[in-house]
């Protein structure tokens, strides 16, 4: 396998470990502060639901971008969307 492969297997694995402990961490603050199951619930269900719609309509997205720019806007536009969630 190429060098490219594995500088995105390393990028991949390490920004959905972090988005999952972010995820997690998000969980565990709202339930502390609040106590609701619901409202943590809600972050996880959200999470997942977003990731289910974006994985249907990637492929059809993919198609029509280069590659390489998709992957670096999902990225930035990830990374935007958390450290938003972090000024919360």
Known sequence: M???FYALLVSQTSTNLGFALYTMAVVM??????????????????????RMISGVL???ISDRFKLSNLLIFSQLTQLVLLLGLLLL
């Not at 502390?32 to 996880?44: I, K, Q, Y």
């Open 2 to 4: 190429t060098r490219s």
């Open 29 to 50: 603050h709202l339930y502390n502060e609040t106590g609701s199951t619901t409202l943590s619930a809600t972050v996880t269900l959200i999470s997942v639901i977003s």
């Open 58 to 60: 990637l492929p059809a």
